[in-house]
C-alpha cells in the first residue's frame, strides 16, 4: 500500500522530513487528487433498481462499454467540489495585480440585482411584451455607455473585448464597402504594444497589420502614424491609456492623421477604467471602440463568469452597427432582430456577432455598479485606480526598474527586468516567488515592447493598508534579489500545491482527458 505520495504504509516507515505528511496535506490545507482518482470506476454512488428487461430502440448505437463515472457518497462528492473551489485564487481571496486584465472588486449587490427572478429567469426567446424591464435595462445601459464615451451608438451582444474588436472592425469594413472602397483600403495600423487580440481581429477579416513602432517613451507618435498612413489605410488600433500604464497624449494628432489619410479610429477600451468620468473617447476622435464590462464596469471575469465587450460607435459607423438593437417606441421597448427590419430603419446593419442579445447576466451587473456609483463615483473609481497603481510605482520605483522612467502611470504601473540584470533571477522566478507570499503574480512578459516586463495593476477598492503589505512583500523579495537568496526564487513556488510548472509543454501538448489506469481499460473493454 503506498501513499498519495507514493511512501509505502509499511510500519517502520515515518513521516520526517519536514515538509511531508502521511496524506500529503499540508495542514487544513487539503490535496485533492481527480474526481476519478478519489471515487472507483465500479461503484455508484447512486442506488437504482435494476431496469426491467426492455428492448432497445437505439439501433445499435448503445454503448459498449462501461460510462466510466466515478462512484464517490454524497460527502466525498460535496468535499471534492468544495475543496476545489477553494484553490481557486480570485479577486475575492486576495490582491490580484494582474495587469491589463483589470481584476475589479465584483460587489454583491450586482450578484444580487443578477439573480432576481425577472433577470436571471429571463429567456431570450420570451415575447417582447414579456421582457420589457430587461430591454429597459440593455436600452439604460446603452444610454449610459454613450454618455461616459461621448459616442452615438453600442451594438451590445458582443461577448468579450476580443468579440468586441471584431465587431467593431466589421463595423468599419461595412463602412469602407458602402463607400466603395474596399479593394483598396485594407491595412490597419496596429502599434507595437498593442494587445495581441488587435492583430489577430484586424487579420481574421483579412485586413493586412502594419505595425507601428512605439517611441522611447513608450507611446505613439503621430508623425509616425501620418507616415504609414495612406490611402490604403483602412483604420489604426490603438489602445488609450496603453498596455504600457501610459496615457496616449498625442492621440486627437493620431486621430486626426487617421483621418485625414481617409481611415477610421479603432480605440481598444480594455483601459477603460483608468479615464471613465474624466475623458470621453468620443472627443479624442474615437471612430469605434470596445468596453470590456468584465473590466470596467465590474462584472466578473477570469473563470468566474462570462465577459461581455459591447462597442460603441461614432456617427459615422452608427449606421453599420450589428442587429439586434432595442428601440424606445410609444408603445414600449422593441428589439430589433434583423438586418431589414434594420433598414426599416435607416441602418445598414453588417449582420448579427451571435444568436440572440449578448449577456443578460452582465449587462445587469454592469448597469447595477453604474447606478449604486453614479457619475461622481464612477469618476472616483478611475482616479482610485490610477492613484493606486501611482501608490505602487512610487513605492517600488527604488529598487525595480521602470522602462520609460519615473513618470507617472495611469491604472497600471510597468516595470522591466533591467533591476535584475546579472543575479540569475528572472521575472518568471520572481512572480513564482510571489505566488508563495499568498500573491497571485501580476502579468509577465507583457507588454512585449518591455524586456521581461512586470505589469501590476491593483483594484481600486484595495485598502491602503493592503497596498502597504503588497509593497511590502515585494520589496523584501527584492531585498532578497539583491542578498543574492537566489534559491527563493529559482525554485519557487515551495508552498504551492503544484510546484514550478513546465508552462510550454502545458500550453502546447495539455493533457485535457483522464487516461485511467490499465487495469480499469481492459476491465471496460
Ligand atoms: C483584455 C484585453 C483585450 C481582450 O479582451 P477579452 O475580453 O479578454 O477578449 C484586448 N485588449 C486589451 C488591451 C486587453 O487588456
Redesign the pocket.
Known amino acids: 500500500m503506498l501513499n498519495r505520495q507514493g511512501r509505502p504504509t509499511t510500519p517502520g516507515t515515518s513521516v520526517t522530513a519536514a515538509h511531508l505528511t502521511f496524506t500529503g496535506n499540508k495542514a487544513l490545507a487539503q490535496i485533492e487528487p481527480l474526481i476519478f482518482e478519489t471515487g472507483r470506476l465500479d461503484v455508484t454512488g447512486v442506488d437504482y433498481a435494476a431496469p426491467k428487461p426492455f428492448k432497445s430502440r437505439l439501433g445499435g448505437l448503445e454503448r459498449k462499454s462501461e460510462i466510466g463515472l466515478p462512484g464517490l457518497s454524497e460527502p466525498e462528492a460535496m468535499r471534492h467540489y468544495v475543496r476545489l473551489s477553494q484553490k481557486n485564487y480570485g479577486i475575492d481571496t486576495g490582491l490580484f495585480p494582474l495587469g491589463?486584465?483589470?481584476m475589479k472588486h465584483n460587489p454583491r449587490l450586482n450578484e444580487k440585482i443578477a439573480r432576481m427572478a425577472g433577470f436571471g429567469d429571463v429567456h431570450p426567446l420570451q415575447p417582447v411584451s414579456t421582457v420589457q424591464g430587461a430591454l429597459e435595462v440593455m436600452h439604460t445601459l446603452s444610454h449610459w455607455l454613450m454618455e461616459l464615451t461621448g459616442m452615438d451608438a453600442v451594438a451590445l451582444s458582443p461577448k468579450?473585448?476580443?468579440?468586441?474588436?471584431l465587431c467593431g472592425m466589421m463595423a468599419i469594413k461595412a463602412a469602407i464597402a458602402a463607400k466603395g472602397e474596399s479593394a483598396t483600403r485594407n491595412v490597419v495600423l496596429v502599434p507595437d504594444s498593442?494587445?495581441g487580440?488587435?492583430p489577430a481581429t484586424a487579420a481574421l477579416i483579412h485586413f493586412a497589420v502594419k505595425a507601428v513602432p512605439v517611441r522611447d517613451d513608450g507611446t505613439v507618435d503621430p508623425k509616425v502614424v501620418a507616415e504609414l498612413a495612406g490611402p490604403d489605410t483602412a483604420a489604426i488600433m490603438l489602445?488609450n491609456p496603453n498596455?504600457c500604464g501610459l496615457f496616449e497624449r498625442d492621440v486627437v494628432a493620431i486621430a486626426d492623421a487617421i483621418h485625414a489619410a481617409g481611415g477610421y479610429f479603432y480605440a481598444?477600451g480594455?483601459?477603460f477604467n483608468a479615464i471613465v468620468g474624466k475623458t470621453r473617447p468620443g472627443d479624442l476622435g474615437v471612430d469605434a471602440m470596445?468596453i470590456?464590462l468584465?473590466?470596467t464596469f465590474s462584472t466578473p471575469?477570469g473563470g468566474g463568469g462570462p465577459?461581455a465587450?459591447p462597442v460603441v460607435l461614432s456617427e459615422r459607423l452608427a449606421p453599420f452597427a450589428p442587429v439586434p438593437f432595442v428601440r424606445h417606441t410609444d408603445e414600449g421597448f422593441e428589439l430589433v432582430e434583423d438586418t431589414d427590419q434594420a433598414a426599416q430603419h435607416g441602418a445598414h446593419a453588417f449582420g448579427r456577432m451571435t444568436a440572440f442579445h449578448g449577456q443578460m447576466g452582465m449587462y445587469v451587473r454592469a448597469l447595477a455598479y453604474m447606478l449604486s456609483h453614479g457619475a461622481d463615483g464612477l469618476r472616483q473609481a478611475s482616479e482610485d485606480a490610477v492613484l493606486n497603481a501611482n501608490y505602487i510605482r512610487e513605492g517600488l520605483a527604488d529598487l525595480m526598474s521602470l522602462p520609460f522612467g519615473n513618470r507617472p502611470c495611469m491604472h497600471e504601473v510597468l516595470f522591466d527586468d533591467a533591476w535584475l540584470k546579472d543575479t540569475g533571477i528572472t521575472t518568471l522566478d520572481f512572480a513564482k516567488a510571489m505566488i508563495d507570499e499568498g500573491y497571485h503574480p501580476m502579468t509577465v512578459y507583457f507588454p512585449l515592447v518591455v524586456h521581461g516586463a512586470m505589469l501590476i495593476e491593483p483594484t481600486e477598492s484595495e485598502s491602503r493598508a493592503s497596498l502597504d503589505l503588497f509593497i511590502a512583500t515585494l520589496r523584501d523579495l527584492a531585498f532578497s534579489v539583491q542578498r543574492g537568496e537566489t534559491e527563493r526564487f529559482t525554485g519557487a513556488p515551495y508552498h504551492a500545491p503544484v510546484k514550478r510548472m513546465d508552462e510550454t509543454r502545458a500550453a502546447r501538448s495539455p493533457v485535457l482527458k483522464y487516461t485511467p489506469p490499465e487495469p480499469i481499460l481492459d476491465a471496460a473493454e
Open positions: 491589463s486584465c483589470t468579450a473585448g476580443a468579440h468586441g474588436e498593442a494587445h487580440t488587435n489602445t498596455t481598444d480594455a483601459n470596445h470590456n468584465h473590466k471575469h465577459g465587450g
